[in-house]
């Protein structure tokens, strides 16, 4: 909070304005109470959330049954199975045909797994994504996973979940920051609602979509995720989804090995993002319009159905077989080797589904084929852990993926070799590759974003830490034509910086004058007899040494002023300092020799 206070200035009569500091702004957080109403829109949020996935999950059941078994039913089903035979292979190009006409004439947003749209519509749309999106997304998302493309479900959800908290929030004035809180809330609530995994919906907000750590959002984005988990008892029925045995805790030599199997989930995961946008670069270079790219990676779909029947549609129960050990040996490495050829095929052809539930596949088939070659442990659990590594790397969510890998299965127990495998996995990829796979597509088109959250120097820095002690000050009187001679013979005190601040008799401040206010009084008539506070500004914004660097820097901004006086509380018209740009930007310098100047403790 900011309260403004007007100082007299005791030789013009004017004010000096000023911002006074107070206690909130020395407080932890910034958060004030709108975040009760952002809370209660996230109320609703979540339960719209928590609609869109039941109709989402209801949409691909539906098309499933319809386009493999021919029959009208919503209840639940897989491409495996079917009756098709050869005809398989045109089961996913007549899906990818649609999809790429609702792209071409509905919205070319619908392309792609979602996060990545999400996060654009954050950091570049201000949070606002279009109803036709809304509506589009989960449209073509249940239609490609439903003819049997090998997606999953999470993309479009998140994407779908945050395009309708965004259209909530634009029915109301809110500001960007708080459109994207809602936009995010409606995303976790999504995913919660999918997959059961609130805390994790909520740590993926966090890790990937928020851009920041504050409870003015996390707060509004966990009541979201936390109202679509309790919907989705009666929607979906209750988690986990992947229900397994506890494992009991593991002993220091499973959990190196964990480490170990992150490692290679590390590399593993660099390679499938390299062979995602390799496949996304040759479509690029096909004479065809992108309309007809989905169906052209849907062939490669139909074909490797024939091959390997698991690698079609979402996989949850490819999942759940993988984590019960029912899947070893040679089907594992053929289902990790068909499944990543064939999903990177699919989705660097820009048709729409998600890429989670297809990184736990080929996570727990790297997990499975690793366990027939470690002494201890059982299928399962090298299988989660695997799974776990695969999405913290190539996402680079670690936390996300640790808890998402827990509530799945219910095995808390695995808390501590499931980080070690996602943190390690993490530790790979940040080393090998400069982007992960869900920003490597913004990159693509021109956008970098950074995910190392840390506090703004600004925020950690006060006034005083930065501000010039040596202040460029004139008498009221001086005449403005003695002032401009002193700064062109080059006047040591005056000629370096652009502003000087203008004090009375008694050396109180009374105003500032710039070259700029001394280049425009030259101009006019009568510029002998001016004097500098005839010239230059007597009503001033000021700083005060113990306030954040960022709320003087807001006041700068504010009124297109490039230096503060620096002024005692008070005793507002006492000058202890000046601030300029140049102090302003060695807060960031101080920053910097942190992070790169290396010595020897003392």
């Known amino acids: 909070m900011q309260t403004e206070s007007v100082i007299p200035s005791v030789s013009k009569g004017k004010a000096v304005r000023s911002v006074a500091i107070v206690e909130d702004e020395l407080a932890d957080f910034s958060t004030d109470s709108r975040v009760l109403l952002l809370s209660a829109m996230a109320l609703l949020i979540g339960a719209i959330g928590s609609a869109v996935a039941y109709a989402l999950i209801w949409l691909i059941a539906a098309i499933t049954n319809l386009a493999f078994y021919q029959r009208w039913s919503a209840s639940p089903a897989v491409p495996q199975g079917n009756h098709v035979g050869l005809w398989v292979v045109l089961v996913p190009v007549a899906g990818a045909l649609i999809i790429g006409v609702m792209a071409r004439f509905g919205s070319e947003k619908i392309r792609g797994h979602g996060i990545p749209e999400a996060l654009e519509a ?6 606002r994504i279009e109803l036709k999106v809304a509506i589009l997304k989960p449209l073509s998302a249940a239609i490609s996973i439903g003819t049997g493309g090998p997606f999953g ?29 809602l936009l995010v809330a409606g995303a976790a609530a999504g995913m919660s609602a999918v997959f059961a995994t609130p805390v994790a919906a909520v740590l993926l907000a966090v890790e990937l979509l928020l851009f920041e750590w504050k409870p003015r959002s996390f707060i509004p984005v966990a009541v979201a995720s936390i109202v679509a988990s309790v919907l989705r008892i009666p929607l979906l029925g209750a988690g986990p989804m992947f229900a397994m045995v506890a494992h009991a805790p593991l002993s220091g030599t499973e959990l190196a090995i964990a480490a170990g199997l992150g490692v290679v989930a590390g590399f593993a995961s660099g390679l499938l993002t390299m062979l995602v946008y390799a496949c996304e670069d040759i479509f690029q270079k096909l004479p065809f319009h992108w309309m007809w790219w989905p169906a052209i990676g849907a062939v490669f779909i139909g074909v490797g159905g024939v091959i390997e029947p698991r690698v079609l549609g979402v996989g949850y129960n490819t999942i759940h077989s993988l984590l019960r050990g029912e899947l070893v040996g040679a089907v594992v490495i053929g289902l990790l080797v068909a499944k990543a050829v064939v999903w990177s095929i699919a989705l660097g ?11 736990l596949i080929m996570g727990g088939a790297l997990g499975a084929f690793a366990a027939s070659w470690i002494p201890v442990g059982d299928t399962g659990l090298w299988a989660l852990i695997g799974m776990a590594a695969m999405m913290g790397g190539t996402m680079r969510s670690p936390l996300t993926a640790m808890v998402f890998a827990v509530e799945l299965t219910g095995d808390f127990n ?3 070799a499931l980080l070690i495998g996602s943190v390690a996995a993490l530790g790979v990829t940040v080393l090998i590759m400069r982007r992960s796979i869900l920003t490597e597509k913004l990159a693509r088109r021109g956008h ?27 008498s009221a009187t ?30 109180r401040l009374v105003g500032i004058i710039t070259r700029g206010d001394i280049v425009r009084a030259l101009r006019q008539k009568q510029k002998e007899e001016m ?4 010239a230059g500004s007597t009503d001033l914004v000021v700083a005060f040494p113990d306030e954040p660097l960022y709320v ?37 310098i101080k920053t910097y020799e942190e992070e790169n100047l290396r010595q020897r403790g003392s």
Do not use: C, W
């Open 478 to 507: 001086m005449k403005l034509s003695e002032l401009s001679d002193r700064i062109a013979r080059g006047d040591s005190d005056l000629s370096r910086r652009q502003g000087t601040l203008i004090m009375d008799g008694q050396n």
């Open 552 to 588: 003087a820097l807001t006041k700068m901004l504010d009124r297109d002023v490039g230096r503060l006086p620096v002024v005692e509380h008070d005793n507002p018209s006492r000058v202890v300092g000046y601030l300029g740009r140049a102090a302003i930007l060695s807060a960031r």
């Open 349 to 359: 052809s820009g048709t729409s589904g998600g890429v989670l539930a297809p990184l």
């Open 414 to 416: 695995l808390f501590p």
């Open 122 to 127: 954050i950091l570049l749309g201000r949070s």
């Open 153 to 181: 479900a999470e993309g479009p959800i998140i994407m779908t979940g945050g395009a309708f908290g965004s259209l909530f929030a634009q029915q109301f004035h809110l500001s960007a920051a708080e459109r994207k809180t």
């Open 531 to 534: 004097t500098v506070a005839e």
């Open 448 to 474: 970098h974003i950074t995910r190392e959250y840390s506090i703004d120097p600004f925020e950690l820095a006060r006034v005083r830490d930065v501000m010039d002690q040596d202040v460029p000050s004139v």
